[in-house]
Protein backbone atom coordinates (compact mmCIF):
# COMPACT_ATOMS: atom_id res chain seq x y z
CA UNK A 1 0.00 0.00 0.00
CA UNK A 2 1.04 3.22 -1.10
CA UNK A 3 1.98 5.88 1.87
CA UNK A 4 1.70 9.66 1.73
CA UNK A 5 3.03 11.93 4.94
CA UNK A 6 1.31 15.34 4.82
CA UNK A 7 3.04 18.14 6.00
CA UNK A 8 3.03 22.04 6.36
CA UNK A 9 -0.41 23.00 7.58
CA UNK A 10 -1.94 25.93 9.77
CA UNK A 11 -3.57 28.60 10.87
CA UNK A 12 -2.90 31.53 8.62
CA UNK A 13 -5.58 34.64 8.35
CA UNK A 14 -7.03 35.40 5.06
CA UNK A 15 -4.98 36.48 2.54
CA UNK A 16 -1.88 34.44 3.56
CA UNK A 17 0.21 31.70 2.09
CA UNK A 18 1.07 28.46 3.08
CA UNK A 19 2.69 25.30 1.20
CA UNK A 20 1.82 21.75 1.83
CA UNK A 21 4.37 18.74 1.49
CA UNK A 22 3.45 15.22 0.25
CA UNK A 23 5.90 13.04 0.85
CA UNK A 24 6.22 9.24 0.03
CA UNK A 25 7.15 6.52 1.98
CA UNK A 26 9.04 3.45 0.52
CA UNK A 27 7.71 4.45 -3.28
CA UNK A 28 8.51 6.83 -6.38
CA UNK A 29 6.15 9.48 -7.08
CA UNK A 30 7.23 9.75 -10.66
CA UNK A 31 5.26 6.19 -11.15
CA UNK A 32 1.92 8.12 -10.22
CA UNK A 33 -0.15 10.59 -10.99
CA UNK A 34 -0.62 12.35 -7.18
CA UNK A 35 -3.86 14.62 -6.24
CA UNK A 36 -4.21 16.53 -3.38
CA UNK A 37 -7.85 16.76 -1.88
CA UNK A 38 -9.69 18.57 1.10
CA UNK A 39 -12.22 17.72 3.72
CA UNK A 40 -14.08 20.62 5.14
CA UNK A 41 -15.99 20.17 8.21
CA UNK A 42 -19.60 18.52 7.50
CA UNK A 43 -18.63 17.83 3.97
CA UNK A 44 -17.39 14.93 1.47
CA UNK A 45 -13.75 14.82 -0.08
CA UNK A 46 -12.94 17.30 -2.99
CA UNK A 47 -10.46 17.20 -5.38
CA UNK A 48 -8.29 19.95 -5.39
CA UNK A 49 -5.38 19.85 -7.85
CA UNK A 50 -3.16 16.84 -9.24
CA UNK A 51 -0.40 16.10 -11.22
CA UNK A 52 0.99 13.60 -13.96
CA UNK A 53 4.25 14.38 -14.97
CA UNK A 54 4.60 11.90 -17.57
CA UNK A 55 1.79 12.65 -19.92
CA UNK A 56 2.21 16.84 -18.63
CA UNK A 57 -1.11 17.33 -17.11
CA UNK A 58 -1.86 19.73 -13.92
CA UNK A 59 -5.45 20.00 -12.45
CA UNK A 60 -7.32 22.88 -10.60
CA UNK A 61 -10.35 22.58 -9.18
CA UNK A 62 -12.00 26.30 -10.25
CA UNK A 63 -12.52 27.36 -6.56
CA UNK A 64 -8.43 27.52 -6.41
CA UNK A 65 -7.05 28.19 -9.75
CA UNK A 66 -4.71 31.13 -9.77
CA UNK A 67 -4.09 30.70 -6.06
CA UNK A 68 -2.86 27.19 -5.57
CA UNK A 69 -0.12 26.14 -7.53
CA UNK A 70 0.77 22.19 -7.62
CA UNK A 71 4.80 20.60 -7.77
CA UNK A 72 6.59 18.09 -7.47
CA UNK A 73 10.59 17.53 -6.80
CA UNK A 74 11.65 14.01 -7.68
CA UNK A 75 14.68 14.96 -6.13
CA UNK A 76 12.88 14.94 -2.83
CA UNK A 77 10.14 12.62 -3.70
CA UNK A 78 8.03 15.00 -2.90
CA UNK A 79 4.76 16.99 -4.12
CA UNK A 80 4.03 20.11 -2.93
CA UNK A 81 0.93 22.90 -2.98
CA UNK A 82 1.98 26.64 -2.93
CA UNK A 83 -1.43 27.69 -1.42
CA UNK A 84 -1.39 31.76 -1.96
CA UNK A 85 -4.67 34.23 -0.91
CA UNK A 86 -5.97 31.66 1.04
CA UNK A 87 -10.06 32.41 1.94
CA UNK A 88 -11.20 30.90 4.86
CA UNK A 89 -13.36 28.76 2.67
CA UNK A 90 -9.63 27.10 2.21
CA UNK A 91 -10.60 25.53 5.75
CA UNK A 92 -9.83 21.85 5.33
CA UNK A 93 -7.73 19.02 6.27
CA UNK A 94 -5.81 18.16 3.23
CA UNK A 95 -4.76 14.75 2.11
CA UNK A 96 -2.47 13.75 -0.99
CA UNK A 97 -2.61 10.59 -3.05
CA UNK A 98 -2.28 8.52 -6.27
CA UNK A 99 -5.03 9.76 -8.08
CA UNK A 100 -6.32 9.63 -11.11
CA UNK A 101 -5.39 12.86 -13.10
CA UNK A 102 -6.92 14.35 -15.93
CA UNK A 103 -7.01 18.17 -17.27
CA UNK A 104 -10.71 18.11 -15.81
CA UNK A 105 -10.54 16.48 -12.93
CA UNK A 106 -9.21 14.38 -10.54
CA UNK A 107 -9.82 11.66 -8.79
CA UNK A 108 -8.25 9.19 -5.27
CA UNK A 109 -6.91 5.87 -6.66
CA UNK A 110 -7.31 3.00 -3.77
CA UNK A 111 -8.86 3.02 -0.47
CA UNK A 112 -8.40 5.03 3.13
CA UNK A 113 -7.03 8.43 4.03
CA UNK A 114 -3.57 9.21 5.58
CA UNK A 115 -3.54 11.47 8.44
CA UNK A 116 -3.65 14.64 6.23
CA UNK A 117 -2.85 18.50 7.71
CA UNK A 118 -5.17 20.76 9.00
CA UNK A 119 -5.37 24.46 7.62
CA UNK A 120 -7.08 26.50 9.03
CA UNK A 121 -7.93 30.22 7.19
CA UNK A 122 -8.71 32.94 9.73
CA UNK A 123 -8.57 36.12 11.25
Known amino acids: QLQFVESGGGLVQPGGSLRLSCAASGFTLDNYAIGWFRQAPGKEHEGVSCINSRVGITYYADSVKGRFTISKDDAKNTVYLQMNSLKPEDTAVYYC????????????????WGQGTQVTVSS
Open 97 to 112: AAAHCWAQGTSKKGDG
